[in-house]
């Protein structure tokens, strides 16, 4: 089989003759063209999503007061984040929520941060011989910290599963108003835009792979937490719910609040959209062919969130989830999008032009995935 | 013309047919957005009227005789549109339609005359941008 490497597909990046296309341009010329064809012509597909995702964070060195302090309970603008790091480093966790206000939490900070804005910090400590001072009360903004560094150890899930409520009463979740009797039934991926679900067996995808993160050029650092390989899939490779996730790590102070942004769930709680984008390197028709892969082609599984089991109720697809109505055993259900499908778009768009301009190269991953792998559940004692 | 109004039945009136006395006596044509009514608790209805103006006012002092309280909608839905990602969260739970996708994804769009001022998308925005203007005014 023919193939290029990612070396190759780099010379003719800084030659200025690679071609790039995103996710959506590559799906739709897979209507009309064979695999073969596309990986002839195509070299690089850019994905992207746009979505919340809960479990992202931000690791943050405030710098040193003098006298000094070892900072063992912190709170930024009342949202109390994580101090049992050293003395004056901290990990703000997107759904930490503040004392006083269940509607702002660690997710506004890290979207504030960003943005530029002024924090207020609270720390205490008991006092040691080396960390004297007990109190400090002051401000920070991302110029008079010493690093923020996003790590987020669950993001990108290829798949997700739809979710309803088939039962009597409303249900306020993560997956956003579920009204009762599947009223609605909401989804969030962008589906063919979707990184995982381009590179279906993460062939490309690896530890190191650059990565445009929240605007700035990040990295995968690892798999993602609850890294499953072990969903069923169906013919186009595709998980039939989530399945693979990526822990990402960037610069948050080259961030920007357009592609990191606060979000709130009402009775659930604070958590963070993420823009991520993947550019995909198309080495060999496999490849040509799995991004190439369609809405209609991407299932996933319908989940009732009104059971606490989630037992799941039938499978749909993207084509029929962006009509704006499934049919659920017969039932005509509204469908409403989680995570920006224009968002989503424009971070594509803008990965292809850095890409184009000669400002993203692609990384060969330093070390591939786990291949098999299934998720534990938690025991209860009592 | 037509106008918007938050009709209030106390206990005792909400067996009475005035809706329909509304439309039979006064010549006014009546919309019912949204019903709150049990027995036994003041029922609450949002009704749009067209009609004549000189039949609104009859049909409005018509309710005064039968002491029922009404007010004008002055409310408005406002989404902060400069600020939405169209995610799409919002439409998720508007029934009439009022909130809805533009059919590429990429903006929301909101048409307000079909808005029955339920106020479910408020909870349903992940940015808080949705809102109802409180500058009802009592007539
Ligand atoms: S209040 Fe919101 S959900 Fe209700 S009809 Fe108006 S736009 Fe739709
Ligand atoms: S839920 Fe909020 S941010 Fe999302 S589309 Fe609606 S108004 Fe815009």
Redesign the interface.
């Known amino acids: 089989m023919k193939k290029k490497t990612i070396e190759e597909i780099n010379r003719k990046i800084s030659e200025g003759t690679a071609v790039v296309l995103t996710a959506e341009e590559v799906s739709l010329l897979g209507k009309t063209k064979s695999p073969e064809e596309i990986f002839n012509r195509v070299d690089v597909v850019t994905t992207a999503t746009f979505g919340p995702m809960c479990s992202s964070g931000v690791f943050i060195n405030f710098g040193h007061s003098s006298p000094a302090i070892r900072m063992e309970e912190i709170t930024l603008n009342d949202v109390p984040v994580y101090a049992g790091i050293a003395a004056v480093d901290a990990y703000i966790g997107a759904t930490s929520e503040s004392v006083f206000n269940k509607k702002y939490g660690g997710g506004h900070i890290i979207e504030e941060l960003i943005a530029g804005k002024e924090i207020r910090l609270k720390a205490r400590g008991k006092g040691t011989d080396c960390y004297p001072k007990r109190e400090i009360e002051t401000s920070i903004t991302k110029d008079s910290v010493n690093e923020i560094i996003m790590f987020n150890p669950r993001n990108a899930y290829q798949n997700y599963p739809v979710a309803t409520n088939a039962s009597d009463k409303t249900k306020y979740t993560y997956m956003g108003t579920l009204l009762p009797g599947c009223a609605n039934a909401n989804y969030s991926t962008s589906g063919e835009l979707s990184p995982l679900l381009n590179d279906p067996k993460l062939r490309s995808i690896g530890i190191g792979t650059r990565i445009f993160l929240g605007g700035a050029q990040g990295y995968v650092a690892w798999n993602g937490t609850q890294f499953n390989t072990s969903k069923p899939r169906n013919e186009f490779d595709i998980p039939l719910s989530n399945a693979a996730t990526l822990a990402v790590t960037g610069n948050a102070k080259e961030m920007s609040a357009e592609y990191i942004k606060a979000a709130y769930y009402e009775k659930y709680g604070v958590s963070l959209f993420v823009g991520i984008g993947i550019p995909i390197p198309v080495l060999d028709v496999d490849m040509a062919k799995a991004v190439s892969i369609r809405n209609e082609q991407i299932e996933t599984t319908i989940y009732d969130y009104g059971d606490p089991a989630h037992p799941a109720l039938g499978t749909t697809n993207y084509a029929e989830l962006q009509k704006g109505e499934i049919s659920l055993n017969g039932l005509k259900v509204k469908t409403a999008p989680l995570s920006s499908l224009k968002k989503a778009r424009e971070i594509a768009g803008k990965l292809k032009k850095q890409i184009l301009d000669k400002e993203f190269y692609l990384t060969e991953p330093v070390n591939i995935f786990p291949e098999n792998t299934s998720l534990n559940s938690l025991k209860q004692l009592i | 013309m037509n106008t918007r109004y938050s009709i209030s039945f106390p206990p005792e009136k909400i067996k009475k047919p005035i809706i329909s006395e509304l439309i039979r006596n006064f010549s006014l044509e009546i919309n019912i957005l949204n019903a709150d009514v049990s027995s036994g608790k003041t029922g609450k209805l949002v009704v749009e009227i067209f009609g004549k103006e000189q039949n609104l006012l009859n049909g409005l002092s018509f309710l005064n005789e039968e002491g029922i309280f009404y007010r004008q909608i002055q409310k408005e839905l406002i989404v902060n549109i400069n600020d939405c ?9 508007c ?1 009439s339609g009022a909130l809805k ?1 533009s059919e590429t ?3 929301l769009e909101l048409n307000s005359s079909l808005c029955v001022l339920c106020g ?1 998308c408020i ?2 925005c ?3 941008l949705i809102s109802l203007n409180s500058n009802g005014k009592i007539v």
């Not at chain 2, 990602?85 to 739970?93: L, N, Q, R």
């Open positions: 990602i169209a995610c799409g969260s919002c439409t998720g739970v029934f996708m994804f990429n903006v479910i909870k349903a992940p940015l808080q």
